[in-house]
Each structure stands twice: as structure tokens, then as C-alpha cells.
């Protein structure tokens, strides 16, 4: 006959343990470690990690335990003794203080005395649980082993000599990353931490190695020697290069941001950051940024006070009203900026304005939409289709979701013009050209594959919504989720694309692509790269040249250069107070963590001050609280406009290569771009086309080689490479290079050079 539960009145599925005399209820099954973290009692620990799988590697949660009056006969590891039924659990006795601090003395043998030139220096787990379960003396006078160092690449510095084989990392890699690129190598004394090949890591997700190693054998190479964690201020803020918005702290020093590290948001980004987000700050010092108002002056500009730069801007705007005028805004503006952006193009009675830069095909006048789903809930899916995407690079995070959900039993299908990487196992894939996306998704195989399966999510990404054919992909996305159930997730396309088409950022006349093919005679260009933002960078260069040019710039670039009038210095978001609404719909808030540049200002308060020049209603508040304030419910509803649907005529070519066009993961802005380390990473590829063989052999060009890619937009001459993960009569490229944006979309002729 089986015991009687301690505390009969508990669900069935749950345990009564004591813990230091505390009586807990606890999930059957779960682990001593667990229920301690959950009751706010301390154990000491290095190896466990919540959302790593148990190693029990380092033993520093031992415990000593009883069951029945029997106590164990050695101390026990908390993260991998499960809880039972009446269990009395002692971290605190005698027994347990003498084993947690006999581990300690034993990690302590080999680990080198340089706390005082250790980036974790001030933030190390090893150094506060030494304090106090370590010895003010060590007993062992033999030579410490010393570790060769690996060059993990650009972003993760090594001192592998600290390291305690607590093997996060490595679990990290295996289970979160999918990469398995860290292992533990030889055995005993010389075990090693190491990628064993001494290649650089290659995983989009490497710098959360550092966050999860207890000690500083690994740490961030860009912040390396940089400041103490003590003379850091940290503010919470945002990542604003996907659509996911990650939550994340800015660290910065008098004013410089040095680094970021994540910020724990279970519905969002969970405790992780993706390397695009961690090390982008970068970008803000670089020697480009837009300091000064700059008016031209020829064919060069000058610097200018911001009376003279405001009273011109809105000059330029009074000679150019209504129809005359196109408002282009950048897809990660703050919630603020747009309504501003918006009332400004009410008050010049112009409905050109749009933030939907990227995008080729208006002709179902789609804007991005809040998920269906929260991010949690696609853990749990049962199947995932992912369509028209390179999902690991273009939302690094969404696609751990994905690979959480396979691991969990999800079936996932892949409909791409290129079969890309991912780290999970494919059930279904259909590898076809842009313009056959649409039909892969009505073949009924594919509807058939999903099985029973009740919770099925549907993944649309940046190579379908940015194609020449995105309208007939979104309808057979929308037809098929509505025919199989499925929740249709459609990645917005830019860090803040909901919540500018919720505040008004959407055109009631002409939209971006109209805007660039029938040129206006002034436009306001806001946050935008002119040469690499735009969805054609040659038409859009030629439409902004030919016209009055108001630019609210975070960077004086070349192209800004080229053709603005007027440059206004704005800040980016690591500076500012912003509000962004994420894939799901969440507004989340940014505060200033960095000072702003030069004489750079605040976008709303610029503005602010332009609206005011104009004389123009809804500019009147003083401050961002009363800006705020005027927002409350002010957003009109977005009004889907039809506009120009992409027409084989536009590339001019009838015949050649269809182009599948995927975002570069580190060259998605202008901020990214100018990362060095970033740019230095194996992932940054450089601009190139790839082609499957048989195109290639039939084009004449080889792996490797040169080649002139050309169509009706424009030509570029590219390095080839071959692949069969591309499929036949496809070219695949990536934008954010120069090189590869003067193609725009539809078809190529590719040459030998």
C-alpha cells in the first residue's frame, strides 16, 4: 500500500518538502534547486543554469538531505536530487556548509589570482560565492595549470585559464544556439573548454556565452578592458534592429554606452540577446554620425545654426505642399516621432507619407500587424510553416522559439526559394523560386503534412514581404492559415513597423514605392540611409536628387549627403526617450542611456520645433509628457490603401533569374553597418550572388569568380557562389550592401565578368 501524502489537500501532480524547516509545495519531478529558488532560499551554484538542461558538473549545491528520518549517506547535488514526498532538505547544517565549502576550495586549486585585470571583476559569481564559502588561505602550493587561449572570433573573449568546466557554455551552444560549436576535450586535470577546430563561433546568439559563464574565462572582446562594472549606469532599454524588441540594459560611462546585456523578460526575449543587439552600439561612435545641422552650401555643406536649419527645412516644405510632397520615414522611428511625422503630413495636406521602405509590392496595400500569438506560445506549437524566410538571421530570436518547439516535438516545414540554415530538423521543405511560393502554399502535401496537429503557426518573413510577388504570397499565407487553422505571423518589417502603422504612418495617397517611382518635388527623408535603406537604391537616389531634400539623418553619410538640402542631427534610440510596439503588440519604453552627439537633439523635439516654425496644429506641447499625453488614443486606424503592385515590366527584363533577397543578419541599418566588430563577424559575408550549379554552368560564370549582374533597375558586379541549397532559376543576394541594392528585385542576367 502506498504512504499518504504529507499534505493530502495538495494536487495530485504536487510534493510537500521541507527545506532549512520551510514546508513547500513543489511539482513532482522537479528538483531541489528549484523549489529552493522558487521559496527565496539561497543554495551556492555554478553549473545550474534554469533554462539549461541539469550536468551536476560542479557540485556546489550540494545539500544534505533526509527521507523518512533516514538521513542520505553523502551530501547531495540540489540541481539534481528530485524533490519527494515528505523530504527534509538541510543547505545550511553542518554537513552541507563543510561540502559546499570543500567544492570551493577544489575549484579554487587551478583558478588564477587576476580579479584585479578580470573584466567579471565586480560581477563574478566565483568572487561572491568565494567570499563566502571559500578560505582566506589556500592549502595547495602546487603550480596552477594554465590553458592556452582560442580565438573565438570577434565578439567572445577567452581566459580559459579561469575556467571551472561548469560547461554553460557549452550546454548553451548545444541546447539554445544549436550550434554545438563548445566541448569539453581530453579528460581529468586537462579537460579543456574549446571548439576543438579553433574555428571562430558562428552562432548569431554567441555573446550569451558570457552572460551565462559564472567566471571570466569568457567576456565581451568589444568592451575587453574598457571600465568596472562600478562605474556603470545602467538603463533599460530596447533592441531596435528586429521587430521582436528585445529588452535589454545600455551600460554607459559619463554619458558613452559601453555595452548591452539582457534584460529578463519572459514574454519577449526571455534572458537571452542576440549578437546584433548586444554589440550594435558600436555604430553610435562612429565617425560619420550627424553632429552639427548641415545646409548646402554648392555642392558641399556647411555647418549651421538650428534657427537657420529649421527656418530652411521649413521653408522647403512651404515651397513644396500637398501632393508635392513625400514623407519617407525609417521603420524603427519611435512611436513618437511617427505621430509627429503624421500630424506633420496632415497639417501640409500631403497623404504621401509611409514608412514601408523595403517593400516592392503595394498592390494589397498590407502594413505589419501584432502576431496573433505571443512569442510563448509558439514554444508550444505543435507544428511551425515558415514561409519566405531566412528566419535565423532576420529575428535570431523568434527562430530559438522555433527550435524550443522542435525540440519539444514541433514539426516544422519550410517553404524558401533557398533552403537556409536553421538548427532544427526540417519535416517538409519545398525549395522554389519567389513567384512560386504562393502556389507551394495551396498544395494540398503540405496542408496534408500538418497531420493532427492542433496549434500550428505560420511564419512569413522579410524574402516573401519585400518580393516582387509579396501580395499573392500573403494571400496564400492568409487562404492558408484560414484552411488549416493556423495562426498567421507576419514579421513586421522593422523594429517599429506596428506601432507606425498604428500612429498614422501610412499613406492616404501615394505610398513609398509610388512616392519614389513618380517623383515628388520635396521630400522629407527621416532616419533613412538613402543608398541602402530603399527597396531600388538607384530610383529612389534618382527621384531624391532631383528634389528638395529635407533629412532628419542620425548619420551624415555619403548618400545623405548626395542628395539632401538640409540635414537635422537626430538621436538614435540608445539616446532617447522612445516607445516601440513590438511583434506582438506590446508598446515597450526606452530611456536615454547615452548622451546625444555634437548638437544632435531628440527626433520629437526636432519636430517640435519644425511644427512650430510651420505654425502647424497638434505641435503646442512643451514637453514629451504632454506629447504623450496628446498621443493617448489619437493613432487613427490604419486604412489599408492599394498601391503599385510590382509588375514584370520593372525590371525589364521578361526572362533570367528571379532574385530571392534576404536582409545581411549585421547590415539591417545604419547603426549595424558601421559595427566594426559585427562587420568582422563570419556571418558578414559580403555582398555575392549564389546560384545552384546548373545556373551557374548555363550562365558561364564559376564558384568564386566575378560576374555583372544586371536588370532594368540596375547592374552590380558580384564574387559567385554556388550552392544546391539555392533553387534552380533563383539568384539569391543580400541587401544592405551597395552592391546588391542597385538591383532592386524581380529579374537578372548574370555574365561572366
Not at 510563448?376 to 531566412?390: N, R, T
Not at 500612429?503 to 517623383?519: F, H, K, Q, T, Y
Request: charged share 20%.
Amino acid at each position: 500500500m502506498s504512504a499518504q501524502p504529507v499534505n493530502p489537500n495538495l494536487p495530485p501532480d504536487h510534493v510537500t518538502v521541507f527545506i532549512d524547516g520551510v514546508e513547500l509545495a513543489a511539482p513532482k519531478g522537479s528538483m531541489v534547486i528549484q523549489a529552493a529558488d522558487k521559496a527565496g532560499i539561497p543554495i551556492p551554484r555554478f553549473c545550474y543554469h534554469d533554462k539549461l538542461e541539469v550536468a551536476a558538473n560542479c557540485r556546489m549545491c550540494l545539500v544534505d538531505a533526509e527521507m523518512g528520518g533516514r538521513p542520505s549517506p553523502k551530501p547531495l547535488p540540489a540541481c539534481a536530487t528530485p524533490v519527494a514526498d515528505g523530504m527534509q532538505v538541510f543547505t545550511r547544517n553542518d554537513k552541507a556548509l563543510k561540502a559546499q565549502r570543500n567544492v570551493m576550495e577544489f575549484l579554487l586549486i587551478n583558478h588564477p589570482l587576476d580579479c584585479p585585470i578580470c573584466d567579471q571583476g565586480g560581477e563574478c559569481e566565483l568572487q561572491d560565492l568565494s567570499m563566502g564559502y571559500g578560505r582566506s588561505v589556500s592549502r595547495f602550493a602546487e603550480r596552477k595549470r594554465v590553458v592556452a587561449d582560442e580565438d573565438l572570433g570577434p565578439l567572445v573573449s577567452t581566459e580559459m585559464t579561469r575556467c571551472i568546466q561548469c560547461t554553460r557554455c557549452v550546454r548553451f551552444t548545444g541546447e539554445i544556439a544549436g550550434t554545438y560549436e563548445l566541448g569539453g576535450m581530453q579528460r581529468g586535470e586537462n579537460l579543456q573548454i574549446g571548439t576543438y577546430d579553433g574555428k571562430p563561433l558562428t552562432t548569431e546568439l554567441s555573446g550569451n556565452v558570457i552572460d551565462v559563464c559564472p567566471v571570466g574565462a569568457l567576456t565581451n572582446k568589444v568592451f575587453r578592458f574598457r571600465a568596472r562594472p562600478w562605474e556603470l549606469i545602467a538603463k533599460a532599454s530596447l533592441g531596435y534592429h528586429d521587430a521582436l524588441g528585445s529588452n535589454l540594459f545600455l551600460h554607459a560611462r559619463r554619458g558613452d554606452i559601453l555595452r548591452a546585456v539582457p534584460r529578463d523578460n519572459e514574454a519577449v526575449n526571455e534572458c537571452w540577446l542576440s549578437d546584433r543587439d548586444r554589440y550594435s552600439n558600436q555604430g553610435l561612435f562612429a565617425e560619420d554620425r550627424a553632429t552639427v545641422p548641415l545646409v548646402r552650401d554648392g555642392d558641399d555643406f556647411r555647418e549651421a545654426s538650428w534657427e537657420e536649419a529649421i527656418g530652411l527645412a521649413a521653408t522647403i516644405l512651404r515651397d513644396n505642399p500637398a501632393d508635392d510632397l513625400g514623407i519617407l520615414v525609417h521603420p524603427a522611428t519611435s512611436n513618437e516621432e511617427g505621430a509627429l511625422l503624421a500630424r506633420l503630413a496632415e497639417g501640409l495636406g500631403t497623404g504621401n507619407i509611409d514608412h514601408r521602405i523595403a517593400q516592392h509590392d503595394f498592390g494589397d496595400g498590407a502594413f505589419a500587424e501584432a502576431f496573433p500569438v505571443a512569442m510563448d506560445e509558439i514554444d508550444h506549437a505543435d507544428a511551425v510553416v515558415i514561409v519566405g524566410s531566412h528566419l535565423r538571421h532576420e529575428l535570431p530570436l523568434l527562430h530559438h522559439r522555433v527550435r524550443q518547439a522542435w525540440r519539444r516535438g514541433a514539426k516544422v516545414h519550410v517553404v524558401n526559394p533557398v533552403d537556409f540554415d536553421v538548427t532544427f530538423d526540417v519535416a517538409t521543405k519545398r525549395i522554389v523560386a519567389p513567384s512560386k511560393l504562393a502556389e507551394a502554399l495551396g498544395d494540398a502535401a503540405l496542408r496534408d503534412a500538418l497531420g493532427e496537429a492542433s496549434r500550428v503557426v505560420v511564419i512569413v518573413g522579410a524574402v516573401a514581404e519585400n518580393s516582387a510577388h509579396a501580395s499573392a504570397i500573403r494571400a496564400a499565407a492568409k487562404d492558408f492559415a484560414k484552411a488549416t487553422g493556423a495562426a498567421l505571423c507576419r514579421i513586421p518589417q522593422g523594429a517599429n513597423a506596428v506601432g507606425l502603422a498604428r500612429n498614422g504612418v501610412l499613406p492616404a495617397s501615394l505610398d513609398a514605392g509610388a512616392m519614389i517611382a513618380e517623383p515628388r518635388a520635396g521630400y522629407v527623408v527621416y532616419g533613412i540611409e538613402p543608398g541602402l535603406d530603399f527597396a531600388g537604391q538607384s530610383v529612389a537616389m534618382k527621384a531624391l536628387a532631383g528634389a528638395q531634400v529635407v533629412a532628419f539623418s542620425h548619420f551624415a553619410c555619403a548618400s545623405t549627403r548626395k542628395v539632401a538640402d538640409v540635414i537635422l542631427p537626430i538621436g538614435l534610440l540608445p539616446e532617447i526617450d522612445a516607445t516601440l510596439t513590438n511583434l506582438g503588440g506590446r508598446d515597450q519604453v526606452a530611456v536615454p542611456a547615452g548622451k546625444l552627439p555634437g548638437e544632435s537633439r531628440a527626433g520629437w523635439r526636432v519636430l517640435r520645433a519644425l511644427g512650430g516654425a510651420l505654425d502647424l496644429p497638434g505641435f503646442d506641447f512643451t514637453d514629451l509628457a504632454g506629447l504623450r499625453a496628446s498621443l493617448d488614443g489619437s493613432g487613427r486606424t490604419p486604412d489599408p490603401q492599394p498601391g503599385r503592385a510590382t509588375r514584370q515590366a520593372d525590371d525589364g527584363e521578361a526572362s533570367g533569374l528571379e532574385l530571392a533577397v534576404s536582409p545581411a543578419i549585421y547590415r539591417v541599418d545604419g547603426v549595424t553597418r558601421r559595427a566594426t566588430a559585427l562587420q568582422a563577424h563570419p556571418l558578414t559575408l559580403g555582398p555575392r550572388i549564389t546560384l545552384h550549379p546548373d545556373d551557374a554552368a548555363t550562365a558561364g560564370v564559376e564558384d568564386g569568380a566575378m560576374a555583372k549582374v544586371a536588370n532594368g533597375v540596375g547592374t552590380a558586379a558580384l564574387p559567385v557562389a554556388t550552392s544546391d541549397i539555392v533553387a534552380r532559376g533563383v539568384a539569391w543576394i543580400e541587401s544592405g550592401y551597395g552592391a546588391t541594392a542597385a538591383l532592386g528585385t524581380g529579374k537578372v542576367k548574370v555574365v561572366a565578368a
